[in-house]
């Protein structure tokens, strides 16, 4: 059975930082670009990150362009997300998930593969 499980969530205040993990089993994914993604309460999911295979290139929505790093270890078949400088409009659930392919991409149905969520709280 192929899974993805996020953690590392959790209230934080505004400023502050957390990372995000992801680990997967039943496959490996290291040929396979990866991505993070997020849902705001009346919202809909929305991109945050994405890198690819390699972890050689990645691309970041530009509300969290230079705050946020996303990285991965394919040795360990996993995926992080630094989060920096946090802010109470980054509240939602996080979401990791894997492309079908192996290059980078925004679009959400591309990714074939998803986790359970991660809940990530700023408080001001």
């Known amino acids: 059975q192929v899974r993805l499980v996020e953690s590392g969530g959790g209230l934080v205040q505004a400023g502050g930082s957390l990372r995000l993990s992801c680990a997967a089993s039943g496959r490996t994914f290291s040929s396979n670009a990866m991505g993070w993604f997020r849902q705001a309460p009346g919202k809909e999911r929305e991109f945050v990150a994405v890198i690819n295979w390699s972890g050689g290139n990645t691309y970041y929505a530009d509300s969290v362009k230079g705050r946020f790093i996303i990285s991965r270890d394919n040795a360990k078949n996993t995926m992080y997300l630094q989060m920096n400088r946090l802010k109470p409009e980054d509240t939602a659930i996080y979401y990791c998930?894997?492309?079908?392919?192996?290059?980078?991409?925004?679009?959400?149905?591309?990714?074939?593969?998803w986790g359970q969520g991660t809940q990530v709280t700023v408080s001001s």
């Open positions: 998930a894997a492309d079908r392919g192996a290059g980078i991409t925004t679009v959400i149905s591309s990714y074939g593969y």
